[in-house]
């Protein structure tokens, strides 16, 4: 609806009108608005955005369309808005800007701006340090409430909007922290050390910003302080900052549960999946269809090695998909549940043994039940002695094998210190399709006498 | 490490020691604790706990321990303690009880606290009414800053920390709202409603939960006003819950993906699958084994169609695993793509045919390529004249196949009212491997001439 109508305003020209309207919506619309819209008429209605609006929109937006929008804007009016971000967000903007627009934009920075972004940009990718907002304003314990009030009127027009006010000693390091609600209610001659609470949360950081965001989400905090190793407070780390990390690691797991892997650190590979190039989606797609290419033809090459037999009995290849397939659905339900508990914390890595045994007998116990009932009726449906016996065990032992293969390959890779989503489906497949196979047709031959 | 200390204290009976120990934990180190405990071990640690420390550890605890918790304290203590929870949390915790105790629990709760609870209960599950935080504290604009201050005052104490305050009309409609610090830095004598922010999101009570939690996450709110159909504000939808919601979605589109399905309303999947029993593991992971198993037969029976064929050359059946998974994993990553941008809002469901043209056009690209490489190898290895271009032509329309499928399948379930994420993944895989093996064989007789 909204975005008919600015795409109307838009080719009929009516430009002051279209500016009215575009400056009552909320950032969300605009976002989404101008995501939609296609090239130059992005910048044209970009430019209409009021200040504030221009601001908020444009922190809203991912990557690309930043990308967009700042190569079609001036470089005056580019320098004015990358100098108007939080420093966190503009940090993350440069890294992904080719080198020779981020320096351009970074030596456009106020010098206050450019040291608070090139100490982001200090911090190893993916850590706590890279993600966090320096801006941040810090009180000493020993003021009172009256002051800090103060000092609040003075500088929060700098600062982005904090819910929390951390306290620190005399060496910076943090001690505690004030919620907003405690300075309005407190006393205006108490000190800050009496009202604050002393338990706080913080991360180092060089901490993993997925950890780091997973102890935001389970302890309920808004805010997360982030501190060097002698304690001092150098930045907070905020819920929706914790959120996007989150999500986006969900969006990595299931991504490359799905084979959909990529060397370098994509923004947003899902949206570059819909809007990508042909040749960005190959790049992401065709790795592990070729290691499938490959696991197949080997799995192809077991079956051609006992071609005598199926000659001899051709029935035998009617089996063949559903070894293959429940070997393959139970292996992906068994390294779901391990990643998933794996990254959620509910599965303690010293304890993998006993975690193990566990899929395993379940393993067996479904592959078992399943191996009888298929047993019965390749029996009953081919009426060839044997095949029953045949397809039912050889389906018991690969279901028992996929389990134990979907908890252990996941784990050591994770051991072995790779992710545990990336690899582990196509290692499973190929192990359990050769060897699920072999078995099946080392059965065949035994209890059929080929 | 602090595990061990409780564990070892515990054992040796230093009752005294211990309640200091664990006392000086925060609640989430309290929290990994009693969840590593078993049984009765549960209640002894968290008796020891002072109010404060019991209370925001048992807020931490997932359902399963919070039930347990529950069920080893006296009645008398059980409801002081319920009775303290915020409104959503309890309403939560009362879902998952058995109604009995659910109703024991209700019936002791104090006549403020009971309307609150029921009320929450009285929305949809899922709904943004379910998970609202019904405690707030609402101004109205015609307030000065000093009269908000003194509200705030007295009322700060019943409400869980907030850092929003929602502004209302006479009619109790939402109409703005002022952060806490508005409130510090505002001159005492202006009106609320000159200093409130009037652009205010809000959602209405029947708002599905997970739309609800990711419009707060896109416009990195903390905080989400829930209103009626008159728009007269009722809750909130706090951060913490946010996350909450959008985390539990992802497990569970991860989880059915790999067909772990389950009919009734579990609030921690992933755990069960690690913690349950094997009942409770087999009711969840069989039901798409079983239709697998199905599928699987049915692509035999396929196979089973062309014996004649297969007789005549045994070498066929080579090339079978390879056509399966090609098939198999494409269809798994067209589905990833395309679930994880509905999700996400990626994907425009009008210009769904746009979307769908493009994937097939990628499935071809990508399935000519790997035909074309895969026929060469069958043709080479096999020296069977006519198997390269059966092979080869087959593995281009299967993979083109499998990518429509897709995009078509969790659309189709999605406009159906279905969750496109529970079902997909199995009907792919049998429609794939049915035609697939259908198209392989058809065109073996076909070049081969058996």
Same mark, same amino acid.
């Given at each position: 609806?909204?975005?008919?109508?600015?795409?109307?305003?838009?080719?009929?020209?009516?430009?002051?009108?279209?500016?009215?309207?575009?400056?009552?919506?909320?950032?969300?619309?605009?976002?989404?608005?101008?995501?939609?819209?296609?090239?130059?008429?992005?910048?044209?209605?970009?430019?209409?955005?009021?200040?504030?609006?221009?601001?908020?929109?444009?922190?809203?937006?991912?990557?690309?369309?930043?990308?967009?929008?700042?190569?079609?804007?001036?470089?005056?009016?580019?320098?004015?808005?990358?100098?108007?971000?939080?420093?966190?967000?503009?940090?993350?903007?440069?890294?992904?800007?080719?080198?020779?627009?981020?320096?351009?934009?970074?030596?456009?920075?106020?010098?206050?701006?450019?040291?608070?972004?090139?100490?982001?940009?200090?911090?190893?990718?993916?850590?706590?340090?890279?993600?966090?907002?320096?801006?941040?304003?810090?009180?000493?314990?020993?003021?009172?409430?009256?002051?800090?009030?103060?000092?609040?009127?003075?500088?929060?027009?700098?600062?982005?909007?904090?819910?929390?006010?951390?306290?620190?000693?005399?060496?910076?390091?943090?001690?505690?922290?004030?919620?907003?609600?405690?300075?309005?209610?407190?006393?205006?001659?108490?000190?800050?050390?009496?009202?604050?609470?002393?338990?706080?949360?913080?991360?180092?950081?060089?901490?993993?910003?997925?950890?780091?965001?997973?102890?935001?989400?389970?302890?309920?905090?808004?805010?997360?302080?982030?501190?060097?190793?002698? /304690?001092? @407070?150098?930045?907070?780390?905020?819920?929706?900052?914790?959120? $996007?990390? +989150? !999500?986006?690691? =969900?969006?990595?797991? #299931?991504?490359?549960?799905?084979?959909?892997?990529?060397?370098?650190?994509?923004?947003?590979?899902?949206?570059?999946?819909?809007?990508?190039?042909?040749?960005?989606?190959?790049?992401?797609?065709?790795?592990?269809?070729?290691?499938?290419?490959? /696991?197949? @033809?080997?799995?192809?090459?077991?079956?051609?090695?006992?071609? $005598?037999? +199926? !000659?001899?009995? =051709?029935?035998?290849? #009617?089996?063949?998909?559903?070894?293959?397939?429940?070997?393959?659905?139970?292996?992906?339900?068994?390294?779901?549940?391990?990643?998933?508990?794996?990254?959620?914390?509910?599965?303690?890595?010293?304890?993998?043994?006993?975690?193990?045994?566990?899929?395993?007998?379940?393993?067996?116990?479904?592959?078992?039940?399943?191996?009888?009932?298929?047993?019965?009726? =390749?029996?009953?449906?081919?009426?060839?002695?044997?095949?029953?016996?045949?397809?039912?065990?050889?389906?018991?032992?690969?279901?028992?094998?996929?389990?134990?293969?979907?908890?252990?390959?996941?784990?050591?890779?994770?051991?072995?210190?790779?992710?545990?989503?990336?690899?582990?489906?196509?290692?499973?497949?190929?192990?359990?399709?050769?060897?699920?196979?072999?078995?099946?047709?080392?059965?065949?031959?035994?209890?059929?006498?080929?």
């Amino acid at each position: 609806m909204k975005f008919q109508k600015v795409l109307e305003l838009l080719n009929n020209n009516e430009i002051s009108t279209l500016k009215d309207v575009i400056n009552s919506y909320n950032s969300l619309d605009i976002n989404s608005i101008i995501d939609q819209l296609e090239g130059d008429k992005k910048a044209v209605v970009f430019r209409l955005l009021n200040k504030d609006n221009a601001i908020s929109a444009f922190e809203l937006m991912d990557i690309d369309n930043q990308q967009q929008i700042l190569a079609l804007l001036t470089d005056e009016r580019a320098n004015e808005f990358v100098n108007e971000l939080e420093p966190d967000d503009r940090a993350k903007l440069l890294d992904e800007l080719p080198a020779k627009v981020a320096n351009r934009l970074m030596s456009s920075l106020s010098k206050e701006e450019r040291d608070k972004t090139a100490n982001i940009l200090g911090y190893e990718p993916e850590t706590a340090g890279r993600i966090m907002n320096p801006n941040i304003l810090k009180l000493n314990g020993t003021m009172t409430v009256t002051e800090a009030v103060k000092k609040i009127k003075e500088r929060y027009k700098d600062i982005e909007d904090f819910h929390f006010i951390f306290v620190t000693d005399k060496k910076r390091k943090l001690v505690g922290y004030v919620s907003l609600m405690d300075v309005i209610v407190a006393d205006k001659e108490d000190k800050i050390e009496d009202v604050m609470e002393p338990n706080v949360y913080s991360v180092y950081t060089s901490e993993d910003q997925e950890k780091a965001s997973r102890l935001l989400q389970k302890a309920d905090l808004i805010e997360l302080p982030v501190v060097d190793k002698e /304690g001092r @407070l150098l930045g907070v780390i905020t819920a929706d900052d914790a959120m $996007e990390v +989150l !999500e986006n690691e =969900a969006t990595e797991d #299931i991504f490359e549960k799905a084979g959909l892997t990529t060397s370098d650190n994509e923004v947003d590979r899902s949206k570059r999946m819909i809007n990508g190039t042909v040749l960005q989606i190959w790049k992401v797609r065709l790795p592990f269809l070729i290691i499938t290419l490959i /696991g197949g @033809l080997t799995a192809g090459a077991v079956i051609g090695s006992f071609e $005598e037999t +199926l !000659e001899a009995i =051709a029935a035998v290849a #009617i089996f063949i998909p559903v070894v293959m397939d429940m070997g393959g659905n139970v292996g992906t339900q068994s390294s779901t549940i391990f990643t998933r508990a794996l990254i959620l914390g509910q599965i303690d890595r010293k304890r993998f043994s006993k975690h193990f045994a566990k899929e395993v007998g379940i393993g067996a116990s479904m592959g078992m039940l399943l191996g009888i009932v298929t047993g019965v009726i =390749a029996e009953v449906w081919q009426q060839i002695p044997g095949i029953g016996f045949a397809v039912g065990i050889a389906l018991a032992l690969t279901v028992t094998l996929a389990t134990a293969l979907g908890f252990a390959i996941p784990f050591l890779l994770n051991k072995l210190g790779f992710d545990q989503a990336a690899g582990s489906d196509p290692i499973i497949t190929t192990i359990k399709d050769i060897s699920g196979l072999a078995i099946y047709f080392f059965l065949v031959t035994h209890f059929l006498g080929h």
